[in-house]
């Protein structure tokens, strides 16, 4: 074929494995991440059509970093170095071994980067790989089953770990934001009081857009959870679909117990075509962009993504094209807020609500962590095949809203070429000046958002976000809070014991 840009950064083969599948063909009961990845790896290879003399070429492999190692360890183990085991066990050999880091954000944020390297020609030809086995590990411990996936290094590997930007903070976990869903869920309520709904009708419109995502579940092989929920039935009770909290529901939530495994392979446009793979197998980068924000309690509006107000915009514009240009898009969707934020943030574009996802989101296809923009690259990248008349997207994000990597893609090269301006330079936003980081004080205030735990047999204490008197931003504890109520606007008394901003109910 003939070449306008050979240099041009392209994905040329992609696959996915899940437990199921790989039971089914190799009688794999407990499947390692190895495992789950290096399946992956060997479909993408077959998938480029040129399985052989593309993996004798793949000279870098990225491996997604794993739960096991991002906070979350459990006692069965993982490899020294994982980018080694799944190259081994895929029979790669590259020069290059890299462990991605911490964050939903962090498989296009490292595809970002890979494609001015591979534009550069410091790799010819890179696999990013991920896997999650968090299903396989809750299934061993269910059962008593011993399992010991330790294994030793043999060389060495580059950790792109950073230190920016934990999950949650000290201040935060003693306010009794402890776990995912009440982060999200203080920034649900925040974005339903910016838009002055009331908690039944934000529910609904919570359900009806995990409805459509659900019905995309239907249509992906390694779907962990697929089922075609109403949005009645995500509102009730019924398929331990219980309270988590106020306000979600057991199915609103991200499902970590998955047993996946993804990979992609990216390469020039002029190695893919002197590897013989067809034209129709090629999908361009044409743009990237990242942007972080500061953790939740250092910010001063927990309704909007300013990460993604950053990012979006500036992918579109470095890929000369508007939202509305856009035909398949796929965003991380943890939690109903993070689709929605990203809604508001693209300008809510004219289109169906199905359409922000190609797999069915983190409650129904399944939420493999730091890995789960990997599988939506792969929808991504089957969809421009199957129509190419329009650009895609994948948004991937991280924390708490806080971590935000676009990319764009088509199924058409970038016309007069690509360069590496293409992709921006990360933007990180400072914490705003009068921001404290650990806002302690006695005196008034007013719920600007909450989150209130709801066990299956019991409650918890609602935790705040607040505003003083003097218009600062503090994270609080409601210990008293009243059952079933709208919180938000409520004004409180609030008190300093045992780091805490313990509040009760004025009047």
């Known amino acids: 074929m003939a070449l306008a840009d050979p240099m041009a950064p392209v994905l040329v083969g992609v696959g996915e494995a899940s437990g199921q599948k790989l039971k089914q063909s190799q009688g794999l009961e407990w499947p390692s991440t190895v495992d789950l990845a290096s399946a992956a790896v060997q479909q993408a290879l077959t998938d480029s059509g040129a399985a052989e003399k593309l993996a004798a070429s793949i000279d870098c492999l990225l491996s997604i970093r794993l739960f096991h190692d991002s906070g979350l360890p459990h006692d069965f183990g993982s490899p020294e170095n994982h980018p080694e085991a799944v190259a081994t066990a895929s029979g790669l050999d590259p020069a290059t071994l890299l462990y991605g ?8 944020k490292h595809l970002n ?3 001015c390297q591979v534009h550069a020609g410091e790799y010819k030809a890179v696999v990013l790989s991920s896997a999650e086995n968090m299903g396989t590990v809750k299934r061993a411990r269910r059962s008593g089953h011993k399992l010991d996936w330790n294994q030793p290094a043999t060389r060495e590997m580059t950790d792109l770990l950073t230190n920016e930007d934990k999950m949650l903070t000290a201040y935060e976990w003693r306010q009794g934001i402890i776990n995912m869903p009440m982060a999200y869920g203080i920034v649900e309520n925040a974005r339903r009081a910016r838009l002055g709904m009331d908690r039944e009708s934000y529910a609904k419109d919570m ?3 995990w409805s459509a995502f659900a019905a995309v579940s239907m249509t992906r092989d390694h779907a962990q959870f697929a089922r075609n929920w109403t949005p009645e039935e995500l509102l009730g009770d019924d398929d331990g679909n219980y309270r988590l909290n106020d306000p979600y529901r057991r199915w609103m939530v991200a499902q970590d117990a998955v047993e996946l495994g993804a990979a992609v392979i990216l390469t020039t446009a002029g190695h893919a075509a002197a590897l013989g793979i067809d034209e129709d197998k090629i999908i361009y980068l044409h743009s990237g962009a990242d942007a972080s924000v500061p953790l939740m309690s250092h910010q001063d509006d927990l309704s909007i993504s300013p990460a993604m107000e950053l990012a979006f915009p500036k992918a579109l514009e470095l890929a000369e094209m508007e939202a509305d240009d856009l035909g398949p898009i796929d965003i991380y ?15 809510s574009p004219d289109r169906t609500l199905s359409s922000y996802t190609l797999t069915g989101g983190l409650s129904f296809f399944g939420g493999p962590g730091n890995s789960y923009s990997a599988h ?3 929808a991504l990248v089957q969809a421009l095949r199957r129509d190419g008349s329009k650009p895609g997207m994948i948004s991937a994000n991280g924390g ?5 990597s676009v990319g764009i893609y088509a199924a058409q090269p970038v016309a007069g ?7 921006a330079a990360p933007v990180r936003l400072s914490k705003p000046d009068h921001v404290k980081e650990e806002h302690y004080f006695s005196g008034k205030a007013v719920i600007k958002s909450y989150a209130m735990p709801y066990g299956k047999a019991s409650r918890g204490a609602a935790s705040l976000w607040l505003e003083d008197e003097q218009g600062l931003p503090a994270v609080g504890v409601l210990p008293d809070a009243p059952e079933d109520t709208d919180l938000i606007g409520l004004a409180v008394d609030v008190a300093t014991a045992d780091d805490r901003n313990i509040a009760k109910l004025s009047g």
């Not at 880091?101 to 296009?108: A, E, I, M, R, Y």
């Not at 708490?400 to 935000?404: L, Q, W």
Request: charged share 15%; hydrophobic share 45%.
């Open 101 to 108: 880091d911490v964050g939903g954000q962090s498989p296009q």
């Open 207 to 209: 359900a009806n857009l």
């Open 113 to 115: 980067k890979l494609a």
């Open 400 to 404: 708490v809203i806080n971590k935000e």
């Open 417 to 423: 070429g690509w360069s590496p301006d293409r992709i």
């Open 333 to 347: 969707s943890c939690f109903p807020v993070a689709v929605s934020l990203a809604m508001d943030a693209l300008g």
């Open 376 to 378: 939506g690259m792969v």
